[in-house]
Each structure stands twice: as structure tokens, then as C-alpha cells.
């Protein structure tokens, strides 16, 4: 049986959806926390240039897979009320889609704008019809996802011919000495602090393996484009820290 990845440990398919739910259900109410030490606090100015791409528009239907405590959907809802406000048309409408419960109730309980619905479910069988979205959005969670390709095939099932898609995640980074650095930090210093803040070494040590599996720029691109996708892009975000891919429904 083909294995899945859980942090650098290969493990049944079938066990890894509930090992993941484990992790985010300890770090859930302190995620902000978990991003700001996974990327020194730049996460907040990468989400920004998400949004800022993404470019909602007043009537679109914007699904935010993986969407955790709804950060990404805050930014995108804001954005499209301005839209709304600049030159009319219909609401739009946030879909946050995110497998763990304990995240979506971390979320609704912060406040959140009226353009957003919740729901709980799995990046591999949407909740949602074929065809239903102008735009899909996932954001540091489709490395936490047993099938990947399984879960690029399911976005572009949901969303319209043409359709935008974005993949925010951690990624390689493009020089060797910011690769070692960012090696030193990751394996070193988040799993101690995380151990010492949030009192979960384990789950931040899992975060930091999860990284280091995960297809580079190029490979990840190429997997996009064999789910259906065209026009296939990716913008590195601090020296390839992260990066962003880009692509259209075909």
C-alpha cells in the first residue's frame, strides 16, 4: 500500500488525516502564534499579497480551503466590500472550508465578516458543487493534505472554466546560505520556543518536518498543471521561504 508523509515518518493513508486533525486540534487557539514563528511574522505581508492577487470582485463565490481561523477569507471579504462599495453589483460570498473543527470554531469566535460561511470538511471531497466558484484560495494547508494531487483535482472540479487558483505555502529556498539558515531556525529554535510557548514541542516539530517534504517550486508547478491547470506560475516570497503558485481552471 502506498504510504503518505507525516513530517519525516511515512505512514498509512488512512492514519494520516487523524494524526494531522491531532496537531491542529493542540495549536488551533494559538495558530497566529504557530505562523508568527514559522515565518518570523512575515506571514501577515505574504496573506496581504495573496489577497492583493487574488483581486476578489463584488459577486464572486471564493472558496478558502484549509482555511483555519479565517485569516486569508478576512482579507478577501474586506476586499471585496471595498470593491462592492467603489462600484456596486451583489455581496460576495467566502466559503472557508477547513477539516479540523477546532479550527473552525477558533475562527468563528474571533468575528468574521458577513460575506463568510463556514464549514467543516476535507480538501480531498469538497462540500461543494461542480463548477461553483470564480476563484480558489489554500493557504500553509495543502502540505497537510494525504492526497495532494487528489486535492488539486478537487479544486479545479469546483471551480468555473477560467477560474483563478492560489496556492500559498512554505517552499525551498533559493539560495543555499538562506537554505541553511532558515534549516538552523526551523529545527533548532520553533520547536524549543513552541515547547515553551504553546507547550506542544511535538506538533511544531511535525510543522517543521512537514515543510522539508513538500515539493519544491517547480515540482509542485508541475503537479498543478497535471490537475487540469493552466497557465501555471509561482512568485517566491522571502527568497523562497514561501511561494505562491498561480493557475486558471481549464
Known amino acids: 500500500m502506498p504510504s503518505a508523509t507525516f513530517g519525516f515518518r511515512d505512514v498509512d493513508p488512512e492514519a494520516k488525516p487523524g494524526l494531522v486533525r491531532s496537531v491542529f486540534d493542540r495549536v488551533a487557539r494559538r495558530y497566529d502564534l504557530m505562523n508568527d514563528l514559522m515565518s518570523a511574522g512575515v506571514h501577515r505581508l505574504w496573506k496581504d499579497a495573496v489577497a492583493a492577487r487574488l483581486n ?11 482555511g483555519g481561523t479565517g485569516d486569508i477569507a478576512r482579507r478577501v471579504a474586506r476586499m471585496a466590500r471595498r470593491a462592492q462599495e467603489r462600484r456596486g453589483g451583489p455581496d ?14 477558533a475562527g468563528r469566535e474571533r468575528g468574521f465578516e458577513p460575506e463568510i460561511l463556514w464549514a467543516v470538511g476535507d480538501a480531498q471531497r469538497l462540500p461543494l458543487p461542480d463548477a461553483c466558484a ?10 497537510n493534505v494525504t492526497d495532494i494531487p487528489a486535492a488539486l483535482r478537487e479544486a479545479r472540479r469546483v471551480l468555473k472554466p477560467g477560474g483563478r487558483f492560489l ?4 517552499s525551498r529556498a533559493v ?5 541553511k539558515a532558515y534549516d538552523a531556525y526551523s529545527f533548532k529554535v ?6 515553551r510557548v504553546a507547550g506542544d514541542r511535538d506538533a511544531y516539530q511535525y510543522l517543521v518536518e512537514s515543510i522539508r517534504r513538500f515539493p519544491d517550486q517547480k515540482r509542485f508547478a508541475a503537479m498543478i498543471a497535471e490537475a487540469g491547470f493552466s497557465r501555471v506560475e509561482f512568485t517566491n516570497f522571502s527568497g523562497g521561504v514561501a511561494a505562491l503558485h498561480a ?3 481549464i
Do not use: H, W
Not at 56 to 66: H, K, L, R, S
Not at 92 to 105: C, F, H, I, P, Q
Not at 134 to 143: D, K, L, P, T
Not at 167 to 170: A, G, N, T, Y
Open 56 to 66: 476578489p470582485q463584488p459577486g464572486e463565490t471564493i472558496v478558502d480551503c484549509a
Open 92 to 105: 460576495a460570498k467566502v466559503v472557508v472550508v477547513d477539516y479540523n473543527a477546532e479550527m473552525v470554531a
Open 134 to 143: 470564480e476563484a480558489y484560495v489554500i493557504a500553509f494547508g495543502i502540505r
Open 167 to 170: 496556492c500559498l505555502e512554505f
Open 175 to 179: 539560495t543555499e546560505g538562506l537554505r
Open 190 to 195: 520553533i520547536p524549543e520556543i513552541g515547547a
Open 247 to 249: 493557475a486558471r481552471a
